[in-house]
């Protein structure tokens, strides 16, 4: 087995002979369930509802969708609008339909819909192999990584982004330790991000979201290795809430920020990162902890689930195009174009 397939075992969206297999992710790493969707509509709810989750992902799942719709000879714009509309911050979903809308524009029938989501999903696959390369190549060998939520195989078509650079850099040798933030309310870091790594045999810890400063001021990272829902055009980024403030930290503490995303990811058209949609979700993910309520009946709560990391607290954005240090405008613009 090569050390790629040793540490790449998931894959978590499926086409499986006209239905959209989901691992459903609400339920790691408890259990290991799958949800057939056979609808755009069975897609979009089940984005909204978080059993797929993750930008890549969500991307994929909706091209998915939008062959389901074909099959089924339903209003194709119907569909792309319910899908639209499933979660509002990363930009891969509204990407992943508008190359979908652009197939559907030239005429193409349903099988031509299943080989462009085919390719959608390939291509994601390919990126993050490449991504993977580039992210580890910047690290000096022996170090130590801290990750936020999860943006591994579950979060993409597989291997992930931030977490196809520490797969990668597990592998070559050169990330020694890995420490994953339990990324409150949903547990992303503690539910999946651990499950992944664990079932591929990459040794981590799991740290509390407000233990990441303290880590850094211990000296045990020196790198802070996330991925992205949304980068505007001037380098601004959208990542899971808590993000932010390990930028701020990592900064204070001279460790690096690198933000791992494909193309896919980069929204030209979004000037900064104030023009971004941050999803706010229902109040009540704060108030329970594994099904149980923890917080006094009555409680009030405000639950942003992203945050926007300004582009001067990144050192170095990696895409499967490349590597741009120090994001700005200029310099995106020159990697993406206007
Ligand atoms: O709410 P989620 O779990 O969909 O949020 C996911 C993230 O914020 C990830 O960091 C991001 O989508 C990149 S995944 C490769």
Not at 130 to 153: D, F, K, Y
Not at 161 to 176: E, Q
Not at 243 to 257: D, L, P, S
Request: aromatic letters at 4%; charged letters at 20%.
């Amino acid at each position: 087995m090569s050390s790629l397939e040793h540490h790449d075992t998931i894959r978590a969206v499926v086409w499986n002979d006209g239905a959209l297999r989901l691992l459903d992710q609400r339920r790691l790493p408890l259990s290991e369930s799958w949800l057939d969707c056979h609808s755009a509509n069975d897609v979009a709810t089940a984005i909204r509802d978080l059993v797929v989750r993750g930008a890549p992902a969500i991307g994929i799942a909706a091209a998915w969708g939008i062959v389901l719709a074909a099959r089924q000879g339903v209003d194709l714009d119907a569909a792309i609008a319910r899908l639209r509309a499933a979660r509002p911050t990363a930009v891969n979903l509204m990407w992943a339909l508008d190359r979908m809308r652009a197939r559907i524009a030239a005429g193409t029938d349903a099988a031509a819909l299943e080989h462009e989501a085919r390719a959608i999903q390939a291509e994601d696959l390919a990126a993050n192999r490449r991504m993977g390369e580039l992210g580890a190549a910047l690290i000096a060998p022996g170090a130590g990584v801290l990750t936020h939520c999860n943006t591994g195989s579950l979060a993409t078509a597989g291997y992930g982004t931030a977490l196809g650079v520490i797969r990668a850099g597990f592998a070559a040798g050169r990330i020694a330790r890995v420490y994953a933030g339990e990324t409150r309310p949903w547990l992303q870091g503690a539910r999946l991000t651990m499950w992944e790594l664990l079932r591929d045999r990459i040794p981590a810890k799991l740290i509390a979201d407000s233990a990441a400063s303290h880590l850094m001021k211990a000296g045990a990272v020196q790198w802070a290795i996330v991925g992205a829902d949304r980068i505007a055009a001037n380098g601004d980024t959208a990542n899971k809430i808590g993000t932010y403030q390990i930028a701020i930290a990592a900064r204070h503490h001279g460790v690096k920020f690198m933000v791992v995303a494909p193309s896919s990811t980069v929204d030209m058209r979004t000037a900064t990162g104030r023009d971004i949609e941050i999803e706010l979700r229902d109040p009540g993910e704060l108030f329970a902890l594994g099904g149980q309520r923890i917080v006094a009946a009555g409680a009030q709560a405000w639950n942003p689930v992203f945050d926007v990391t300004p582009h001067d607290l990144i050192d170095v954005l990696v895409t499967e195009r490349g590597v741009v240090g120090n994001p700005d405008a200029d310099k995106m613009r020159a990697e993406f174009g206007a």
